[in-house]
């Protein structure tokens, strides 16, 4: 059996170097060849880490991978695993429809269907953009008026998938705190006064509107990441005075600051959903009951490095922090071929 592999970074170094290290036969291919079919005619299987940073990957990626697996081919994501990536709307049909324990998310295409449903809820609410990661593109709206002006702009001028001011401002909270280098600022501000085109390129977020309901006094939240039968985990401290705690940096991998329940619901809601690798991100109701905020396939390698083990979908924890998740796709993907 031959795999094919795409070298995009995230997981496709340790996809590289698990098949070198278990002697399994692979080609390192590129998705954006024209003759990308072609090429993988001679392997059983393909693997890309596609980003949601690249319009290129978003133009393509999805359409590619499940086209593939239409003809026959074992790939890696699929579609089950791959179709809401970095898609919130996509996911909030998905995880009300299997009856997930989703914080309640609303989504409107009309503005007028939007203000008159700002004019009957409560505030504050969380509105977010369909794409991002890192808590980018995500924002506390504290009243009606506030929520008016951003239903104003989705349906006129739409919204930047990128907010150079957002992140400069977020990695000069985080080389205060010891977490980045002068280098990381210097290129932060360079991408203020100019977009790298990867990300110039994507496509203004306009015509519909996203909100979630607030849960207010959460200081951390829960990310859960499942590849098979296997579960990790870590807990991701807010950021100081602030809502929100992904891509904040501060994070805890002692398995005593996890809430198995989340665990658990993580297997079980990916029972239903049949992802090869997905993270779930989640917090906690007045009653400290855990609610999903968002999925994904995808996430930061060396961010589970630390992690103290990992759990088995019989709730059983196995000690040790030199699991090889990236692995576990390899192997988990061969075994379907």
């Known amino acids: ?85 970095d898609d919130k ?53 504290k009243n009606k008026s506030q929520a008016i002006n951003n239903v104003n702009k989705a349906f006129g001028k739409g919204f930047s998938y990128y907010n150079s001011q957002v992140y400069l401002k977020d990695i000069i909270r985080k080389y205060k705190e010891n977490k980045v280098a002068i280098f990381d600022i210097v290129k932060a501000i360079g991408h203020f006064f100019y977009l790298p085109r990867v990300i110039k390129l994507h496509p203004k977020e306009k015509g519909y509107v996203y909100f979630q309901d607030f849960i207010p006094n ?7 990441c499942v590849v098979g039968n296997k579960a990790f985990g870590l807990k991701r401290l807010c950021r100081k005075g602030d809502f929100r705690a992904s891509g904040g940096g501060s994070i805890l991998y002692h398995k005593s600051d996890i809430d198995e329940r989340c665990v658990k619901i993580a297997f079980d809601v990916n029972e239903k959903i049949g992802s090869q690798s997905i993270a779930f991100d989640f917090v906690f109701d007045k009653n400290n009951n855990p609610l999903i905020v968002e999925i994904s396939y995808g996430y930061a390698v060396a961010a589970y490095d630390h992690c103290e083990g990992y759990w088995t979908n019989d709730m059983q924890w196995h000690d040790g922090n030199n699991f090889d998740f990236c692995g576990w796709m390899v192997e988990n993907l061969l075994k379907s071929v």
């Not at 959460?218 to 859960?224: A, P, W």
Request: aromatic share 16%; net charge positive; with cysteine.
């Open 1 to 85: 059996m031959k795999i094919a592999i795409h070298e995009s970074g995230g997981f496709s170094e340790r996809w590289v170097d698990y098949c070198k290290k278990s002697k399994i036969s692979y080609k390192i291919v590129n998705a954006y060849d024209t003759d990308i079919v072609s090429q993988l005619v001679d392997c059983d299987a393909f693997m890309w880490h596609h980003s949601h940073l690249s319009y290129k990957d978003a133009l393509f990626a999805k359409q590619l991978l499940f086209s593939l697996q239409q003809a026959g081919k074992k790939v890696f994501p699929d579609f089950n695993t791959g179709w809401h990536f």
């Open 89 to 141: 709307v996509g996911e909030k049909y998905l995880l009300e429809a299997i009856g997930a324990p989703l914080v309640p998310s609303y989504v409107f295409y009309t503005k007028r269907e939007a203000i008159q449903w700002i004019k009957n809820t409560t505030f504050p609410k969380v509105f977010k953009l369909r794409g991002g990661a890192g808590s980018t593109n995500v924002m506390l709206v």
């Open 218 to 224: 959460n200081l951390f939240d829960i990310r859960i």
